[in-house]
């Protein structure tokens, strides 16, 4: 029986490189793409560090060979350079030969466009100009990914805040492992806007210092920006292709907190239950984990959440963990898939990524991050921690073949 | 495609017809809307949530929880093993609230409330709070199969066997600014009609409209059980009504069903003489010996109306009655075992369901 669910091919554009190579080029040399924005007319353009990919639209558009930018929101753009890579990597020549579905999330969709509508529409409510305006949907950037690819037998999109692309990766593997699917692209997209930062800056969560997540004096929230995609195949069909199986999706697992709309619950019940839930379903012990790709976003509420919850499952031996936030910032949507591709390079390559800019140990927390980059350790499974508003919770399990 | 049984155990509807106070069709003689858009009559909701709650709550979340509730009570279910919602554009309300205040105010001093209600699974989120229920809970937000998106997640849990019951659920909201911007992109009719004649229309556009349907999803059938659904199909693409007819015709064989084995096709017909085409062609070319019928005049056209589409459906196969006012032509079968659902959103997105009673 085939039920494996293997992964092919990984593509990420982020703040630490336009490819999957780039962006562990940045991470080999500790380099992070945090920095000010170029791009954002916003008020705190020099007062809050972002993670921005330093193209323009126009820049992006052309590195895909898309003439005319003006229909894409920067979303759709992103992704569709991510995708591009990752349909690349997995030698994918037609997605017509065997059932191809498209799983995209993505949290804000559009608005890197739709503010720059909103703002003449409101002055006037004949103004603005629509073609801003038509792809704010989520679905919109995903439905641009799957014509670019010729996508047809399955195309979604999933919205669940920042855990977005980590549900489309689940989703993704139930589908092949059901034989609903032969191969699914899965992942997420999301751009930097004026919305998200002044959304988190009204929570107080944004860290004008590069973030520190696990650290006693961590403050905040850098956000980013990004998109990443795996292209997940059937056993069956990876095999008769004869495609070099980078890693397999094992486990993965949601919960709801149920705690609080954006809050998590102290002892992150939620967070415990999906990295529980995810393990089950990888039939793996706790032991077998060698490293945890942590949300780490740096918020005071999340570190001490995520660090009981690990704390709570793991017991008396925690695996390596770190948050690479530091490096890509919190990319919302985006994350789950960026840090997706981080786990799988981390398998391909056996290393633990450090947590940057840790200093000091949380006072109410027994377990400190892995600070140093380690190439020494065989990794064979990862798990991936994604969780967003509303107690959404997931994680991923990532296994060697 | 998906073999394990999915019966629809429990309702709750909120939708622009009296229908969150047992479920059925009031009925309706005349459907004027003044303002060419379709709002949905709500309840009070401080049957189930407490007013100071409810007062920091856009509507909706509250339209969701409220209709959630109605479903789980209707099934005698407590706790859901499973949460799935869809909505095609989420929580305008409060996504365009913080907006309105970012730009007034220049970005300063603004309230974090409408921001951290603005992600579209705020509403499956809130109803697990308000349940405390831990369970999966995702939000698909992909057009016009959003709805569709999340129903197939929910077989797929049933099909795991990952859950024994799955609260389902299709909600959009319509705002007067969503409003304004979707009438700029030609979307909704200028001209105000009676929305019984909908599908006389020969002027482009639709009506707008909005809903909150909710489903108990089962794999066991019990005394109560309103229906079950048998198939589902999403297309993305952009079809004529002969590429339609090829699609229709390969959903039918893979579900081993015979065109005459459908008592009653449910279609989306909106009144947009642009895209009502695609409804007419499949009406006259292929189920030109079967029962038709349409449900967007009492609902308005909104991303997840089929929620609303497969509610009429539990209801019709439980009553085994069709309401006159949804029927597109006369009826010849004397029983309502099968019903077909078939709609698209603007010719991109289109969508099958096969309903049956049980």
């Known amino acids: 029986m085939f039920n494996k669910v293997c992964v092919t091919g990984i593509g990420m554009v982020s703040a630490i490189g336009n490819n999957v190579q780039e962006a562990l080029k940045s991470i080999l040399l500790q380099k992070s793409g945090l920095g000010f924005t170029s791009y954002l007319d916003t008020i705190y353009k020099d007062e809050f560090p972002v993670g921005e990919i330093k193209l323009s639209n126009i820049e992006l558009a052309e590195s895909i060979g898309i003439g005319s930018s003006q229909s894409y929101t920067r979303t759709a753009l992103l992704g569709l350079i991510a995708a591009k890579e990752a349909v690349e990597n997995a030698v994918i020549t037609s997605a017509t030969d065997c059932r191809t579905g498209l799983i995209s999330a993505t949290s804000v969709g559009g608005m890197d466009r739709s503010e720059i509508f909103l703002k003449d529409f409101f002055a006037d409510q004949r103004k603005g100009k629509l073609r801003n305006i038509i792809g704010h949907d989520c679905g919109d950037s995903t439905e641009k990914i799957a014509k670019y690819f010729h996508i047809k037998d399955y195309i979604t999109t999933i919205s669940t805040a920042c855990s977005s692309s980590a549900n489309a990766i689940m989703l993704g593997a139930r589908l092949i492992k059901n034989n609903l699917l032969d191969r699914v692209v899965v992942g997420g997209t999301d751009a930097l806007t004026v919305f998200t930062i002044n959304g988190f800056n009204s929570l107080m969560v944004l860290d004008r210092e590069p973030c520190r997540p696990f650290d006693e004096t961590r403050n905040g929230i850098n956000l980013g920006e990004g998109a990443a995609y795996l292209v997940l195949e059937s056993e069956r069909i990876a095999q008769q292709h004869n495609k070099k199986v980078l890693c397999e999706v094992k486990g993965y697992g949601n919960s709801c907190d149920a705690f609080h709309q954006t809050a998590s619950s102290p002892e992150g019940k939620g967070a415990g239950l999906a990295m529980k839930k995810a393990l089950e379903v990888a039939q793996l012990s706790t032991d077998e984990i060698s490293y945890i790709n942590a949300h780490g976003t740096g918020t005071p509420n999340n570190d001490l959440s995520e660090g009981n919850a690990i704390a709570n499952v793991f017991g008396s031996r925690i695996p390596m963990f770190s948050s690479t936030k530091p490096f890509t910032g919190h990319t919302l949507g985006a994350s789950g898939a960026i840090e997706a591709v981080l786990s799988v390079l981390s398998i391909r390559n056996n290393l633990a990524y450090p947590n940057l800019n840790f200093a000091t140990p949380m006072k109410e927390l027994g377990i400190v991050p892995l600070t140093k980059l380690t190439d020494t350790i065989s990794i064979k499974n990862v798990l991936s921690n994604s969780f967003g508003f509303g107690g959404n919770n997931t994680s991923l399990v990532f296994s060697a073949c | ?358």
């Open chain 2, 1 to 358: 495609m998906l073999k394990k049984e999915a019966y629809i155990n429990g309702l709750g509807c909120i939708s622009p017809q009296q229908t969150f106070e047992g479920n059925g069709l009031p009925d309706v003689s005349d459907l004027l809307c003044p303002d060419n858009f379709f709002k949905c009559l709500e309840p009070v909701y401080k049957k189930y949530i407490d007013p100071i709650i409810a007062r920091r709550m856009s509507r909706i979340v509250k339209m969701g929880i409220y209709a959630s509730k109605l479903c789980l009570e209707d099934a005698g279910v407590e706790m859901p093993d499973a949460i799935i919602t869809g909505t095609g554009l989420g929580c305008l309300d409060d996504t365009e609230k913080f907006i309105t205040s970012m730009i007034r105010n220049d970005e300063k001093m603004l309230n974090p409330t409408p921001f951290i209600q603005s992600t579209h699974n705020t509403i499956s989120a809130q109803i697990a709070l308000f349940l405390k229920c831990h369970a999966y809970n995702i939000t698909y937000a992909h057009r016009g199969l959003s709805f569709e998106s999340a129903l197939l997640d929910s077989l797929l849990m049933l099909k795991e066997q990952s859950s024994e019951s799955v609260l389902l659920g299709g909600v959009d909201e319509i705002t007067n600014i969503s409003f304004q911007i979707i009438k700029r992109l030609g979307h909704w009719k200028n001209d105000n009609c009676n929305l019984l004649n909908i599908s006389e229309s020969v002027t482009k556009g639709s009506i707008a409209g909005e809903g909150s349907s909710f489903f108990l999803l089962s794999d066991k059938k019990n005394n109560s059980s309103y229906s079950k659904i048998v198939s589902l199909e999403t297309i993305v693409n952009q079809l004529n009504v002969e590429s339609l007819t090829k699609e229709v015709s390969a959903f039918f064989k893979k579900n081993n069903l015979n065109y005459n084995d459908v008592d009653l096709v449910l279609l989306g017909v909106n009144g947009d003489s642009k895209y009502d085409q695609l409804y007419y062609g499949l009406k006259n070319k292929v189920f030109c010996n079967n029962s038709c019928a349409y449900f967007k005049h009492l609902c308005g056209e909104y991303h997840t109306a089929t929620s609303f589409a497969m509610w009429l459906s539990s209801v019709m196969l439980k009553n085994q009655t069709v309401p006159e006012m949804v029927k597109m032509n006369s009826f010849s079968s004397t029983q309502l075992k099968t019903i077909l659902i078939y709609n698209h959103y603007r010719n991109i997105n289109h969508s099958f369901i096969i309903m049956q009673a049980c």
